[in-house]
């Protein structure tokens, strides 16, 4: 018997493979000459500076980025337009708790509710929309109003005769600096009182109402007076920071929005 040698049926063997396998040997050489293609196409020309920005780069795998990038970014077609007009007032306390009392009974939250009420009538008379919201109204988490003004009011407390004039505070989550400083200045100039700095605690600057409403909701929370020295101009003078307050939000309506 003649000995054959090894190679010969293996070749034989392959050949007759791949002719019978005639369709798929011709779709794999013409994929891998389609991806070659693909590839020398799309490869940007050889650019100098970016070879050498290469050469230079000390980091192994990086690349030269030869994504072409627009001067500006690119502008919307058409600008975004605010939503519709609408001032959202949490009367303090309202539906949950009387809030300060005073030893006669007065309540913060009755302070609270007549200054808010105010506030919506001057501003419902200027073709602004209102809407009064409970301390923890249901419709704080997609209140998505122009702006959101809380009103409280301070301790009626009789320690120190110090204890006068109203405070401010602005969302953290969203930027409330003009809002904040057209109503400071339009209540301070309206009733007269002073900023009290020094009785700023943490449920104003962390109140819960700004972490509840949508982003891109500007708020502030107001303490109108302290129940006790400024009484009167939070009782029976309450249409004097109502007015601070509605004058301010026109304020931020009329200028804060537009810029
Ligand atoms: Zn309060």
Not at 31 to 42: E, K, N, P, R, V
Not at 185 to 207: K, V
Not at 231 to 238: A, H
Request: glycine share 6%.
């Amino acid at each position: 018997m003649r000995q054959e040698s090894s190679w010969e049926p293996s070749i034989f063997v392959i050949l007759r493979f791949l002719g019978r396998n005639l369709p798929i040997v011709t779709f794999l050489i013409l994929s891998l000459a389609g991806m070659l293609f693909t590839y020398w196409f799309f490869s940007p020309p050889t650019d100098s500076t970016a070879q050498a920005i290469a050469l230079n780069s000390n980091i192994a795998f990086s690349a030269p980025i030869y994504k072409s990038i627009p001067d500006r970014p690119v502008a919307q077609r058409i600008s975004q337009s605010p939503g519709p007009l609408r001032i959202g007032i949490i009367s303090g306390h309202l539906g949950s708790d009387s809030g300060a009392v005073c030893n006669d009974g007065l309540t913060e939250a009755e302070i609270n509710l007549d200054i808010a009420n105010q506030v919506a009538d001057q501003l419902k008379a200027q073709g602004v929309p209102v809407d009064i919201l409970e301390e923890f109204d249901d419709r704080l988490p997609n209140y998505s109003g122009t702006a959101v003004i809380s009103i409280h009011a301070d301790s009626c407390i009789q320690l120190n005769t110090e204890l006068s004039g109203y405070k401010i505070s602005g969302s953290s989550f969203t930027n409330s600096d003009q809002l904040f400083s057209c109503v400071e200045q339009s209540y301070q100039s309206t009733t007269q009182l002073q900023f009290h700095y020094n009785t700023i605690t943490e449920h104003m600057t962390d109140y819960h109402a700004f972490r509840k409403i949508p982003r891109g909701v500007p708020a502030i929370i107001i303490e109108v007076g302290f129940m006790d020295q400024d009484r009167i101009l939070l009782t029976t003078n309450s249409n004097i920071p109502a007015t601070g307050i509605s004058n301010g939000i026109l304020c931020y309506i009329n200028e804060g929005i537009s810029s």
